[in-house]
């Protein structure tokens, strides 16, 4: 094993060396790394040593029937040469017909065509890449040829057993390279069924708790199934004699019971494997760990599991083989322990404890990565490594011990560290680090090159680039030298570097503005400069109006035989042209002989049926698309028959018929349907949804929509989906009821098409990072057995990407350092394969808090609400995570203002600053108070330790608004006025001020003014007009001025027993109110004189209106009284009719009163004017229901 001779030495005679080391070397100070850009102009004249970029496996099987191809690629600069090692001793190539090399590459292969064994050539490689920068090591590569063994001949004899008792059937096969997987079957190849009373262990025996006698019924036979070689061989068959405690009668047999209905004799538990009450196990880190126990016993005794002092791991424990087997996935240190696993019937129980240890091959802690300095910079390898027992750490220099290498004056070995100090040209080598133990070992290659390159550029000389107006805007500035250049950048060639406010200038170079104005236009210069040099380029930046869809395409329903018209339209930058174009249902338009396009609207002229659909105009600049979206539906010409439109109205349409499903594909499936009745409104669409038994049983969902004239489609479909399907209808008036279900159809499955999203990379803790990602939809999945492979690795390095696979969907990497970089990938996979793996996203461990605080905290220009705020900045190394901001806390200490109580609430304010003397402005301060302050720095967790605390004391500042303003009238003519002090002063009150003027309209009258002292709160107004409005503004004083002014308006007065005593008789509303009230009156009155001439009618039937004389006779009063003779007596006085038709009648009426003649109507009826006794009820003529005649009313009124 590689590096087992390494030494080992204890942790004290490591810190010596430390504890002894002279002051300049703990001043030491390492440089970051050089991160050398993948620019092909870099990588053309770079000079680097070699890289191991793919390898074969440690432990390598290879197939006898195949060639032998064992794997060494490497990069570098100069092309690496290759050689190696068989066994540790020198590898000839050359002397080996079999054997070649391919160009350019260490991969060999190894031939047989013209004879030779593979097993001649099992042993241990390993391959050197060397150019004149060092030699790269890969690992040891233990090379074994597949064997597939035949199965010893053997003679087996029946095997008696009683029945009730265990059995069991020993496999025993072969030794393959690797071992071959064990199953049982009998002679015709049917497989052995298998429960919980007969079942296979682990070695591959075959264990019957109780034997029955139906298990003679067959042969046994051991199989082993070969992975490489695909072969089966299958053991002689064992042949069972079950010998029955009794023997079968006619009545005693029961078929439908185990023992056929006779009585077995029970017996407790025993365990058949494993033997005794405890036994121990051994497994490595990460590995699976499989527990078994199988017992004997009747009734079939049942297993469960325990861990003594805790419980299992419930997200990693498997139980298998009906509970006979646990099995715990990524065993880690925690998962040692005791496990009892207990068997029991009713007649009793029996434990097994199984004490398991875990240990663990090496694992990387801290992995040496490839470090690129410039000369005289210090750096430094890592190689951190854990396992158990511990690891022994051994250094190499370029495939050698590094106690054996030449002593240089750069660099030291301390430990598992290699330092190096002012490193020069020609300090390039490669450096191994071996990490062993005796369950394993880990080799890391790890270059250092030492490169002096001035600065260059390496982006497009003088780019253009056009933004839209207020988005955020990122100039980049691709460089590269060693050592690291500075990066500046300016404007239009004047003025300091642009950092800070607006701009921010990240590591990169990138220099991003966080909203693009047009101010902002100009030239940019990126200048990066080092003590080599200097490089510049060029951007120049225009800032563009944004694309405004103005007018919009509105929904339109047109009838059939129209015009439609869609209005576009667009304004836009005047210096960008833009395009714009229409779409129908999301694809291009056919602008036909009826279709007219303008520059802001689509015409379409007799519009039919097939121009129903979605239409979108498409805006479109150099920079920037915008879209807008209307429905255009054609409705039916109007009904000629108008009874008939009106009888039927459109309705939903009804739902379709008759689905069927043909032309099966592994996609796709072809759905046919017969439409229903469109119910006086033409469909418009079709929308099939589907519902699958597998995730989400019984849910509908949309699949997809279709136009109203498609009846058969190809529908679009998962993999591993049991499908069936269902249409709907769509017209103007809305959905039909969903059709019929389909038959169903089921999909086959598939390797994953998807990558999972959300892949981000974060820490919980300062030394891990949690790798969290969002799981796949499960009509994503395409088969069973979702999975998930991560990958990561840290970021700019070389090494090989750690990997892990999991059903879940977070990860935490443990043990990693604070707050690095780290590069991270995801596939998903099932049980039909993998899935496309994803982009590489950076993420980050976890970040801890800074170790420097902000220095030498100090303020100037104290205003009375604002202060200028400056400090030393820190080293942004020792923020450890991402540099967020200068977080600056502060709290009103006190008012100067004496008596004046003040809260403490403490405050904070950001500021995001890396240039070398920041500073800031604290605004919103509170005048003529007493601050404090002090300063942190902060990552996204965590704060750093405070700075130097500062006070400071505001100026005094103008006076808040008074508080609690009232207004009361005492009199018709005065108005009482009251307030109090302001809530914040500001500073020493010196009085108020009161300002009042009258209001007509728009126009204001002069301004008067009174002035009070501070102790006084309140004054009387008197007011020379009660009808004139007023406005106040009252302010307070403090030395500096006026403060804010409070404003009110007259009339607004809170005392009510005033209000009541306003002159109500000039009011508008009063003067109205009376004049609606007499005219009331004098409706009321007309009428009351209307009802009172109305006259009766006597009781005859079916009469008419009566005549009257052409002289009617009055009351003294001067009013008509015409009243029904209830004695039918005759009338005095009575009247001719008006038109002069007059009958003599036969009846005398000059008994009746004064005498004279009365006229009578063609009907009999007459009308008289006659007198009435002082007593007669003058209501009793008007109980006529008809309305009073006109002719009356003329007569009454004249």
């Not at 390598?60 to 060639?67: E, G, S, T």
């Not at 394993?440 to 056009?466: C, E, H, T, W």
């Not at 500073?987 to 008067?1008: D, E, F, H, M, V």
Request: glycine fraction near 8%; proline fraction near 8%.
């Amino acid at each position: 094993m590689l590096g087992q001779g390494g030494q080992s030495a204890l942790s004290l005679l490591l810190l010596l060396p430390l504890l002894l080391l002279p002051l300049p070397l703990l001043l030491w100070q390492e440089a970051a790394a050089i991160e050398v850009p993948q620019d092909p102009k870099i990588l053309q004249d770079l000079k680097q040593p070699p890289t191991i970029v793919r390898q074969s496996v440690k432990d390598y099987i290879v197939d006898p029937r195949d060639n032998i191809i064992i794997e060494c690629e490497a990069k570098g600069n100069p092309v690496p040469t290759f050689l190696w090692r068989r066994n540790g001793r020198f590898f000839n190539i050359g002397k080996d017909p079999r054997v070649t090399m391919r160009k350019r590459s260490g991969t060999l292969e190894i031939g047989f065509r013209s004879g030779g064994r593979p097993e001649d050539y099992e042993g241990e490689y390993q391959c050197f890449a060397t150019n004149e920068f060092g030699v790269a090591l890969s690992n040891k590569i233990l090379l074994r040829v597949s064997k597939a063994p035949l199965w010893p001949k053997e003679v087996l004899e029946p095997v008696s057993v009683s029945e009730g008792s265990s059995l069991v059937l020993p496999c025993n096969p072969p030794p393959g390279l690797p071992p071959p997987f064990t199953f049982w079957m009998n002679s015709a190849m049917s497989p052995i069924p298998q429960d919980k009373r007969v079942s296979m262990g682990l070695n591959g025996d075959l264990y019957f708790s109780n034997v029955l006698a139906k298990d003679a019924q067959t042969d046994y036979s051991c199989n082993a199934r070969f992975l490489f070689t695909h072969t089966i061989q299958q053991k002689n068959p064992f042949t069972l004699k079950v010998q029955a405690k009794e023997q079968y009668n006619d009545t005693s047999y029961n078929a439908s019971e185990p023992s056929g209905g006779r009585k077995l004799p029970e017996s407790t538990p025993t365990f058949l494997s494993p033997s005794g009450s405890e036994s121990s196990k051994m497994v490595l880190r990460d590995e699976e760990l499989l527990l078994e126990c199988i017992a004997a016993g009747l009734p079939t005794p049942t297993i469960k599991w325990f861990k003594k002092g805790g419980d299992l791991p419930a997200r990693k424990v498997k139980f298998e083989n009906y509970n006979k087997t646990l099995k715990i996935l990524n065993v880690s240190e925690e998962d040692a322990g005791e496990y009892i696993c207990m068997a029991n019937n009713h007649l009793g129980s029996i434990r097994h404890s199984i004490f398991v240890q875990v240990k663990a091959a090496p694992y990387w802690l801290d992995k040496p990565t490839n470090l690129v300095l410039a000369p005289e910079e210090n750096g430094r390898l890592v190689c951190r490594a854990n396992g158990n027992p511990k690891p022994s750490i051994q250094w190499l220099l370029n495939g050698q011990p590094i106690d054996s290498a030449p002593p240089s004056l750069s660099r030291r070995l301390l430990g598992d560290t290699i330092m190096f100090d002012s490193v020069q040209i020609g300090g390039s080598a490669v450096y191994q680090c071996n990490a062993s133990n005796q369950h394993g070992y880990l080799l890391a290659n790890a270059f250092v090159s030492i490169l002096d390159l001035p600065p260059r550029m390496l982006g497009p000389k003088n780019q253009l680039i056009k933004v839209i107006e207020n988005n955020r805007t990122f100039l980049d500035c691709p460089f590269f030298g060693s050592p690291l250049p500075e990066l500046r950048w300016f404007k239009n060639g004047q003025g300091s570097g642009l950092d800070g406010g607006q701009y921010r200038v990240y590591i990169n170079g990138t220099l991003a503005i966080r909203q693009a104005r047009p101010e902002d236009e100009g030239t940019y210069t990126c200048v990066a400069s080092s003590m080599l040099g200097t490089a510049e380029n060029q951007v120049r930046l225009e800032v563009k109006e944004p694309i405004r869809i103005v007018q919009a395409p509105q929904q339109q329903s047109p009838v059939r035989g129209a015009a439609a018209r869609l209005d576009c339209k667009v304004t836009s930058d005047a210096t960008m042209p833009v395009t714009v174009t229409w779409m129908k249902d999301d694809k291009p338009l056919y602008m036909g002989w009826r279709m007219r396009k303008d520059d802001d609207s689509l015409t379409i002229s007799n519009v039919n049926e097939g121009d129903q659909g979605t239409y979108t105009c498409t805006v479109q600049s150099e920079i920037e698309q915008k879209s807008a979206s209307a429905r255009l539906t054609v409705l039916e010409e109007a009904s000629l028959n108008p009874s008939v439109s009106s009888a039927l109205p459109p309705d939903r349409p009804a739902p379709p018929m008759e689905l069927d499903l043909s032309d099966p594909a592994a996609r796709s499936v072809r759905l046919t349907w017969i439409p229903g009745s469109d119910r006086g409104s033409p469909i418009t669409q079709f929308l099939v949804q589907f519902e699958e038994d597998r995730w989400e049983a019984n849910r509908w969902q949309n699949l997809s929509t279709y136009p109203g004239d498609l009846n058969s489609v190809i529908l679009q479909l998962v993999p591993f989906v049991n499908y069936q399907f269902r249409v709907i209808a769509i017209n103007a008036v809305g959905q039909s009821e969903p059709s019929g279900a389909s038959p169903r159809y089921k999909t086959s499955g598939t390797v994953p098409d998807a990558i999972p999203r959300g892949l981000r990379g974060s820490g919980s803790k300062s030394d891990n990072m949690e790798i969290s990602w969002e799981p796949l939809l499960d009509l994503e999945r395409n088969g069973p057995n979702l999975h998930y492979s991560v990958w990561w690795r840290r970021v700019a390095t070389e090494e090989n990407w750690s990997h892990v696979t999991t059903a879940g969907f977070r990860h935490v990497v443990e043990n990693t350092e604070t707050y690095v970089p780290y590069e991270i990938k995801i596939q998903a996979r099932n049980d039909f394969g993998t899935g496309p793996v994803s982009n590489v996203v950076v993420g980050h461990s976890g970040e801890d808090k800074p170790t420097d605080a902000p220095t030498d905290l100090r303020v100037s220009k104290v205003h009375s609400s604002s202060v200028v705020v400056h400090w030393k900045p820190v080293d942004l190394n020792s923020v450890r995570g991402e540099f967020k901001e200068y977080r600056l806390h502060y709290w009103r200490e006190s008012s100067l203002v004496p008596g004046l109580v003040v809260s403490d609430d403490r405050s904070a304010k950001g500021f995001y600053s890396t240039v070398p003397e920041p500073t800031g402005v604290l605004s919103g301060l509170v005048p003529y108070s007493k601050y404090k302050m002090f300063m942190v720095v902060a990552n996204n967790h965590f704060e750093s330790p405070p700075s130097n605390a500062v006070e400071f004391t505001t100026k005094e500042g103008v006076p808040d608004v008074p508080s609690l303003f009232t207004l009361n009238r005492r009199s018709l003519d005065t108005i009482h006025l009251a307030w109090d002090k302001p809530s914040e002063p500001n500073g020493i009150l010196i009085g108020y001020q009161l300002k009042y003027y009258s209001l007509n309209g728009s126009r204001t009258g002069r301004p008067k003014l009174e002035t009070f002292y501070p102790n006084v709160t309140e004054f009387n107004l008197w007011l020379p007009s009660r009808s004139t409005r007023y406005k106040l503004e009252l302010s307070a004083l403090t030395r500096v001025g006026s403060g804010e002014v409070l404003v009110e308006e007259l009339p607004h007065f809170t005392n009510e027993a005033y209000i009541d005593q306003v002159d109500i008789a000039t009011q508008g509303w009063f003067i109205g109110l009376m004049c609606a009230i007499a005219l009331i009156i004098l409706i009321l009155l007309i009428v009351c004189f209307i009802k009172r001439s109305r006259g009766g009618k006597y009781p005859v039937r079916d009469k008419k209106d009566l005549p009257l004389d052409p002289v009617d006779q009055k009351d003294q009063d001067g009013s008509f009284d015409y009243h029904s003779d209830e004695d039918n007596k005759p009338l005095q006085g009575s009247q001719t009719s008006l038109d002069a038709n007059v009958k003599e009648s036969d009846d005398s009426l000059v008994d009746y009163g004064e005498g004279g003649d009365g006229q009578f109507n063609e009907d009999g009826s007459f009308i008289g004017q006659y007198t009435v006794k002082k007593d007669k009820d003058e209501t009793e003529g008007n109980e006529s229901s008809e309305a009073t005649s006109p002719v009356n009313a003329i007569y009454s009124l004249a």
